[in-house]
């Protein structure tokens, strides 16, 4: 069994799409959309921890050697990856329930639980497979679903930003596949570990370098890096909360691993950053982005949409990282993939309470709410103070990897704007906790705080917000041994 | 850069000639349904891509000829096409989830022109 | 001896929950706030006892980031700021319960509530054991003390806390904390140690900039240009304003400023590089202009505040002059003001409370119907000014002679006339009271140079008074209604006794702190050594 713990990892949410369609009844799709996506945590849970204690791992699909086969590979990184992922979607399926129940038609709901289990075995499949194709094939897998799932929104706005989202992003996946067309034209492989072996020959060839930049405009396109985000302010503001609390925390930081993963494994980190100079290129990249989207997010009345200009910004910091070229900036980058993940779903689940109750999430329809909907607030106020680094909280310890790595690389102006841009956070944050603490409730008397369904899941986010802000040694050190797998070949 | 270039790779200049037309139709239009053909002919011009490199000159198709394992038998690489066979798949799909999308658009708006969705858009916005 | 100091974190938490959980019995919620007061203070009475012995019990509650560890250390500089915290705060209950009853305050509960959560954070500030966990409970004492400064829930509130935080927050988040991760970059650790921990890891041109980072970006230090925040927080209830922004809040800026000189920077390294000597000059320019602007205030908590922003600068001062006099006087600065201010903060709120004035023209003849209160107050000023028979004597002649030993002879002129300063806008307030005319009120403010006066009452002094008068009588506290009508007959006679009884206890310490300075002097001969 735990031999094949590397495919199961896909195959359980892959296999228990399929049945939610078949079940009728929403609770009842909505039972085993559950089971499935704690069976994959528990999967992810179980690789990380042999990994960590063996090695990487090597998965033959259906015992065909790579580099001809398949091949599923584990290593530190997407060990990583694949407990977030996966936690996510944990954590967001029990609160789907009353969630989407509010929020999507009766007749959908199965179809909700269908395309969510195929989104999160796609982003499972990117982050496991050691083939490069198989990434594209899992990439459209996740993406197609998630256009569905936006489009389940209730306005019917939702509609025409999943249909942006689904241009550009598939613009993007089909950059992304020249790209690798063109790296299997030089080499005569898809498998990654191969293609390692195999590129450092072929380093001058003009043809790589096309492909180098296919890929990197593919990806960015993915992973919204500024100026390449317009498909993502409106997509999550318009998703379901449910959907907009799984994507915000998932999607993108699987498209940074994609990005990390063919960058630093594949090229190889001394021709990503000795030839390409990609860190001179996504330094300037990542500095605009944080400070423009922090600005802009402070101009937002929508707070889905606040919040979502806000993971525009936060991308920026995780690209940042990884323009040090450094391990610490590399770790800054691999704990902010996760501390993000875990503060923007609280911010985005809290907010999903608010839709439950009030229908809107306008920052006038926060008036007030302090009172009436206290912990739904406090779970808003904590995951924002995680956001904007305060200590004890895992915003925190993202700023300070990333703050010591500008520092390592004698860049202080850069420590600087990093931490006046936590500031920006600061303000648009607080324009939330003003308007639901400072102003009287306009509302019914009757407004209730949420149901316990989607308190439970959005304190857990919380109190892992807390704890792995406290004790966050593991994570420090998880995330460490993963850059220094990434940046080998570049000295620390 | 030599005739003989340009000639020897004419797949690569035609492969690059549809993506820039269905890349130009993706950006130029603002009709949704022109947008998925503009995305379906850029798609197109990759999977030639594939297709052409897997070609090998003077080979045969990739099916095994008899006698099996002797004699010196060319084969054209067969790995591009199954490739091409799952993003064909995927276009499909992709072309398919965006028609659907479409449909519901025109039914939401009434129209599937994209400034006057963003028309709708603004004055929703601003009523708010 | 550890449990000890757990504990000093703990009682405070635990007194906070059963602040929430007695929340519909005021009687039995003031009696939990009293209680926790008391047992805090006889916790770190004991951790003074060992600490003045010779101990240093220490004991690490986590590690956050691998090297960088939550742990909490008894050293001498952190002991005394405990004590005076964790004294002044039994104090300011009983002031509290006759002040908030007095006053009809709403969300008393939230209120009581919030103050335990700030005094566990003073707590911990007291005695963290590194940068990071003083960083930390910093922040966590900004966030905490913000629910007290924006009480009254008005739009005045909501502005003053957003100065507040944002000050508080900027400072900390762009200066403190890019100087604590540049130490610890520099020097692998971020440990306090005797003697510092720099010293052979930095060049002599980076140390003015990191110490700069640290006295600006130590906000609630108020060092001009980042003193904004301190007259805002005024708004606050009159304890709020006592306690924190006269005694644990500001005393936490300084005490940091201080406890990062000595332990991070080391003095004599300091002294060595001259990294100090703008930023004397910083502090010296702060205490000028502190008391220039209280001079102006005709509103009594706002000269307060100013010259808390003033006398808060004499111990950043201390800090920077570098050597073993210096930091004495710092130190027992931050003693000596404490009970100092903290009197003549008590005095203004009883005199809000039982005569509704919060301007100082308005006070003309107030001494004689309340004696108690404007005798107290002048021991207060004298105290602050740094006149015998009072405690603040001390602290200034240490200084003083501080700045002799530096070479500034500049910085002792500085202080005389700081002192001449103090001692004007001070003794204003109970010649006022005991010499004024009644009835000539707000005339006579025109003359000191205040805009006028009355029509500035209204504007400066109703966050504190009027709008939370506004509510009160709601009966949001089903037993409120029925204490505040008890109370009321005291009003309009004079401060509510609790309040009295707190006055009388604080300013009663500030004499007695010229007789026998002895434990904090002790205390701060321990921190600079031999």
Redesign the interface.
Known sequence: MSAHLPILQVVVPLLAAPFCLFLKRGRVAWGLAVLASWAALAIALALLDQVMREGVLSYAIGDWAPPIGIEYRVDVVNAWVLVIVSGIGAIVSPYAMASIEREVEAGRIPLFYAAYLLCLSGLLGITITGDM?NV??FL?ISS?SA??LI?LGQA??A??S??RY??MG??GA?FI??GI?LL??MTGT?NMADLAQLLPEVWDSRTVKVAYGFLTVGFCLKLALFPLHLWLPNAYTYAPSAVTAFMASTATKVAVYMLLRFFLTIFGAPFSFDVMALDRVLLPLALVAIASMSLVAIFQVNVKRLLAYSSVAQIGYMILGLSFATVTGLTATLLHLFNHALMKGALFMAMGCVMYRIGSV?INAMAGLGRRMPWTMAAFVVGG?SL?????TVG??S??YL??GA??RGW?PV??LV??T??LA?VYI?RVV?AAY?RDFPGDEQTREAPWTLLGPTWALVALNLYF?????RT??IARQAAETLMAGISP | MSFDLLVSHYNYWIVIFLMMVGFYILISRGNLIKKIVGLNVFQTSVFMLYISMGKVSGATPPILVYPYGEGDVLYSNPLPHVLILTAIVVGIATTSVGLALAVRIKEAYGTIEEDEINAIEARTEAAE | MTTLLLLALAVPVAGAVFIALLRKNPNAREAASLVTAGVLFAIVLRIYRAVSGGARPEVTLAEPLPGIRIALEAEPLGVLFALIASFLWIVTTAYSIGYMRGHHEKNQTRFYLFFAFAIASVMGVAFAGNLFTLFAFYEVLSLATFPLVTHAGTDAAKRAGRVYLGILFSTSVVFQLLGIIWVYAVAGTVDFEPGGILRGNVGAGLVPILLALFVFGIGKAAVMPFHRWLPAAMVAPTPVSALLHAVAVVKAGVFSVLKVTVYIFGFDFVAETGASVWLMWAAAATIILGSLVAFTKDNLKARLAYSTVSQLSYVVLGAMLANGLGVIGSGMHIAMHAFGKITLFFCAGAIMVAAHKSEVSQLNGLGRRMPVTFAAFLIGTLSIVGLPPTGGAWSKWFLGVGSVEAGQIGLVAVLMLSSLLSLAYLLEIPIRGFFGKEGEGAHGAHGDGGASGEARAHADGSAPGHADRGGSHDAHDPAHAHHGTHQDAHAHHGAPRWSVAAITVTAAACIALFVYPEPFYRLMTMVTGP
């Open positions: 194709f594209f094939v459209e197609l256009y569905a489009a019917r706005r509609l025409t999943a249909f689904l241009i598939s613009v089909t596949v020249i067309g299997y034209v898809l306008h103070l904007v680094g305060v200590p004890l925190f310890v700023k300070w703050i010591l520092l390592e202080w420590a600087i931490l006046l936590s500031l600061l607080w003003e400072f802000g406290i004790d966050a040694g420090v050190q």
